[in-house]
């Protein structure tokens, strides 16, 4: 578990990995099958082309999922209570009220654990997204956000392609889900500040 270390939202060698390896490995098997599989070798690049996609889609994903949950037990085990985890698009929130800290977990730096107590944190607070006014008022994401070692923290409770009204049950359930973790983070930082 990393504890000390600075915070690193994006580790560039994993997430390069991420987009050129699948691109890399199609591309050698579209070759080797061009130049030595004949029309089999178009059925093997075809589908080679289509792991990529799958990689990206699906499968890169699921592999981030499953070492977050480990993560998460190995977390557990070194005493660490959750009282609360929130699992966003592209971070995970775990709060320790009674310890007073926070655990963060990236998407793109998927094998570091940050733990820091909730005081340091600054500037928590729910961004609901709303712009426009009148029938065009509404917004298509929610979130609550933080700052901790002058890094802008924001996860995600929701998100959509379009715009919802302010007043509808997506939008309604994704402030809650906000101000929940917000409150839930200000009382650890209190904790903490004890």
């Known amino acids: 578990m990393e504890t000390n270390e600075r915070i690193q939202k994006?580790?560039?060698?994993?997430?390069?990995?991420?987009?050129?390896?699948?691109?890399?490995?199609?591309i050698v098997i579209n070759v080797f099958g061009a130049l030595f599989l004949g029309r089999f070798g178009a059925v093997l690049g075809t589908a080679a082309m289509m792991g990529a996609l799958l990689w990206w889609a699906v499968i890169g994903k699921s592999v981030y999922d499953k070492g977050k949950e480990k993560t998460l037990a190995e977390l557990d085990k070194s005493g660490f209570t959750r009282n609360h985890t929130f699992n966003g698009d592209g971070c995970t929130v775990a709060?320790?009220?009674?310890?007073?800290?926070?655990?963060?977990?990236?998407?793109?730096?998927?094998?570091?654990?940050y733990i820091r107590p909730a005081s340091a944190l600054s500037r928590v607070h729910t961004e609901d997204g709303k712009t426009g006014v009148g029938i065009?008022?509404?917004s298509a994401r929610v979130r609550f956000c933080f700052v901790v070692e002058q890094i802008r923290?924001?996860?995600?409770?929701?998100?959509?392609?379009?715009?919802?009204?302010?007043?509808?049950?997506?939008?309604?359930?994704?402030?809650?889900k906000a101000d929940m973790m917000v409150e839930t983070l200000v009382a650890a930082g209190a904790q903490a500040g004890k």
């Open 10 to 26: 994006v580790n560039t060698m994993y997430l390069l990995g991420n987009i050129f390896i699948p691109i890399f490995a199609a």
């Open 153 to 176: 923290v924001n996860v995600n409770t929701f998100t959509s392609n379009q715009r919802w009204p302010m007043d509808s049950e997506h939008i309604l359930t994704g402030i809650s």
């Open 136 to 138: 065009t008022e509404g």
């Open 95 to 113: 709060v320790d009220i009674n310890q007073g800290k926070v655990a963060l977990l990236f998407r793109w730096n998927p094998g570091k654990v």
